[in-house]
Each structure stands twice: as structure tokens, then as C-alpha cells.
């Protein structure tokens, strides 16, 4: 059975566990390519979410505060029409949804991009509705620290997030990126609730998404080719190619590819061929760190692909996901005795420090205090 670009994301993560911002982003004519970056930029993952609920204001602001370059808000979309943050349209893991009573009819089955789920989604709420839940962790076993500020935060709208990063930048006097990520484009197309126009009409209704840094990430391809056509190349946009690579992963195909009854696999993506290809629509490539440098069968590194090298012969940045601070997700040549939830933050240091060796241009990290010890 074809398993699902977000069940294998899951698998992989489980499995494996200011400086660069405004002024060295280069003005790119159309078809001109980046350079590889003078240091990589740190990405903070949801938000500081080793430590806060994912993809609120609490996380945010911990990201910020540790010296994140970047953070970044997932985005869904509800019954209403309004960009929301949320990991996936299912969200019956980060919010305290399945303690409200008054909500209790709503739960239903959903199939996403090929992959079944049983509970509650934000498309079927008004953003007035969702404002009366809270956020919780959804690693609680692991994350006791986060567990601790479950029911504390609400959930954002896009804006809510923009007018936020906004003001934190300008309080600190620095810039702030966003790196959103659109969410299941072909799905909610599907539905009537298209998330890319929506999501344009926000950057251009905002003073500081005009002139910020916001890279914008999928797994699909059609979404970001027609996003290059609407917005062109302006200094402070880039787009993001996410790629689930390596192996048996290779043979996975993004959703909109899927729906279409094409051929195109991420692991033709990756190759060198398909590099120059996605050059000509993306100025960024982010495969899954397992994807740069893969594990053997002892759950060490081995050699790396050849990938870094080829995506930048091709103009192509590369970014990765993501670093975790837990001792389960790190590879076993980082790992310590103190069990596999428990925090190894040297250990995780160490990983980050393997992978920059490989020339990456930027890494999104869990912990962001812990990537900027990395990154320096």
C-alpha cells in the first residue's frame, strides 16, 4: 500500500529522530540563480517547539528570543476562508479539541493526501470557533517541558502571525523571516478553500511581508509554479521545494503529482537532472536530513549523498529538516545513555555541526538556542 507524503514524513522524523537575512539576499533577476549562503540560517521548526506548543505565540517568541533567523508557521485554512497555523488540516493532536463537549458532533473521518484520519480538522471550523481552543503538545510523552504550557495559548491566524513577527523585529531592531509552509494546496483546491490566493493576497496586504524575507515552502510542485508566475522574483521572496529522499523514500511522488496520474517521483527530483529542472522554479531545495547524510544499518551516518554539491551546481539552496534534541530522533553516533526521549542537547549539537560540515545553506531545528550554539 502507497503510504503518504505525511506518514512518511512522521517516519522519517521518528525514525532519525540575522547576519544572511535583508542585506545578503540579492536582488535575482528572472532565471538568475542563488549562490550558496555565507552562513546558514537557522530555521526555527513551528516555532521553539522542543519547548513550547507548536505554532503559537509562546513558541514563537522562545524561537525568537534564542536567536532564530527565520520562523515558520504552517498553514491550513478554515471553514471560513482564513489562514490559520496549524502542522495539517487534522488537528486532533495540538489542540485540546477532544475535551470540548460542544464540539463533540464534528468529529468525522477525513482521507488527506492519501492518508486516513479519524477526528477533528480545521476545515470544518470558523476561525471564531478555533479561537476558543488551545494549543497542547503533541509529543507529550517526550516534550514534559511543553506539556507544561498545554491550554495556555490560542491558535493564530497567518496575520495574527505577521503582525507579530512585525513587532518583535522591530523591538529588536532586526529582521525576522518567515518560512511558511502551504499545506495540502491539492486538497483543499478540492474543497473550494484554494489556499495560494489567499496566502499572496496576505503578503501584499502587509507592510513587513512586503519587504521581510519569506521563503515558502511545499511538497507540491503545481502550487509553486504557479506561485513563481503570480509573484515573479521579488528581492525578499523565495521558494521552497520540500523533498522526501533516500532510498526507499525515493519512489514517493508529491500530492498534486498523485492526483494528476503523473510519473514524477522525489527521487527524480533529487537527482542532478531533476536539480537544474526544479531550478527553474524554485530558488530553494529541502530534502529530510537523512536525505544529505543517510544511516546505515547500525543507525549511524554513512557517506553523504552527493546532493548538496548538485543542488548548488544547479543554483539551488539547500535547506533540511529537522533536528531534534531528543536522544530518539538523533543517529546513534550522537547519542547518550539516558534513554531514548531524554534531551542530549550536546549530543544534538553535534549532529547539527556533522550536517553544516556538508555545506547547507540553512537547517530548521526544534531547539533554537541549541542550533545557534551549532550554527555559531
Same mark, same amino acid.
Not at 512518511?8 to 529522530?17: D, E, F, I, Q, S
Given at each position: 500500500m502507497q503510504r503518504t507524503i505525511e506518514t512518511?514524513?512522521?517516519?522519517?522524523?521518528?525514525?532519525?529522530?540575522a547576519a544572511a537575512l535583508a542585506g545578503a539576499m540579492p536582488s535575482l533577476a528572472f532565471g538568475q540563480r542563488l549562490a550558496p549562503a555565507a552562513r546558514p540560517l537557522l530555521l526555527a521548526h513551528r516555532g521553539a517547539s522542543a519547548l513550547r506548543p507548536e505554532h503559537t505565540l509562546a513558541a514563537y517568541a522562545k524561537a525568537i528570543a534564542d536567536g532564530a533567523d527565520f520562523i515558520e508557521p504552517d498553514l491550513v485554512v478554515t471553514k471560513d476562508g482564513v489562514l490559520v497555523a496549524r502542522h495539517e488540516n487534522?488537528?486532533?493532536?495540538?489542540? =485540546?479539541? *477532544?475535551t470540548r463537549p460542544e464540539f463533540a458532533s464534528r468529529k468525522t473521518k477525513k482521507t488527506? =493526501?492519501? *492518508?486516513p484520519h479519524e477526528g477533528w480538522f480545521v476545515s470544518d471550523f470558523t476561525f471564531a470557533e478555533l479561537k476558543t481552543l488551545r494549543a497542547v503538545e503533541r509529543l507529550s510523552a517526550v516534550r514534559s517541558i511543553s506539556r507544561g504550557y498545554d491550554g495556555q495559548f490560542q491558535l493564530l491566524s497567518f496575520e495574527e502571525i505577521i503582525d507579530f513577527v512585525a513587532a518583535e523585529a522591530a523591538a529588536r531592531d532586526r529582521i525576522i523571516g518567515l518560512v511558511p509552509e502551504l499545506k495540502h494546496s491539492t486538497y483543499f483546491a478540492s474543497t473550494g478553500l484554494a489556499l495560494e490566493e489567499r496566502f499572496v493576497a496576505t503578503l501584499r496586504a502587509h507592510a513587513y511581508t512586503r519587504r521581510a524575507p519569506v521563503h515558502v515552502q511545499s511538497f507540491e510542485v503545481a502550487n509553486l509554479k504557479a506561485l513563481r508566475k503570480t509573484l515573479g522574483r521579488p528581492d525578499n521572496v523565495r521558494l521552497m521545494q520540500?523533498?522526501?529522499?533516500?532510498g526507499k523514500l525515493d519512489a514517493m511522488q508529491p500530492a498534486d503529482v498523485v492526483?494528476?496520474?503523473g510519473a514524477l517521483t522525489f527521487g527524480a527530483m533529487t537527482t542532478a537532472r531533476g536539480l537544474r529542472d526544479m531550478a527553474a522554479y524554485a530558488d530553494i531545495v529541502a530534502p529530510p536530513t537523512r536525505g544529505i547524510i543517510p544511516l546505515g544499518p547500525d543507525e549511524r551516518l554513512t557517506r553523504p549523498f552527493t546532493l548538496v554539491d548538485d543542488a548548488h551546481k544547479a543554483g539551488l539552496q539547500v535547506h533540511t529538516w529537522t533536528f531534534r534534541p531528543e536522544n530518539m530522533f538523533l543517529a546513534a553516533d550522537f547519542r547518550n545513555d539516558a534513554g531514548p526521549g531524554v534531551r542530549n542537547e550536546a549530543g544534538s549539537i553535534a549532529e547539527m555541526r556533522r550536517y553544516l560540515e556538508t555545506g547547507i545553506d540553512g537547517l530548521f531545528s526544534d531547539d533554537t538556542a541549541l542550533a545557534r550554539v551549532a550554527i555559531g
Open positions: 512518511m514524513r512522521r517516519n522519517v522524523l521518528r525514525a532519525t529522530g487534522f488537528m486532533s493532536e495540538t489542540t =485540546d479539541i *477532544a488527506i =493526501d492519501g *492518508a520540500l523533498v522526501i529522499n533516500g492526483a494528476s496520474g
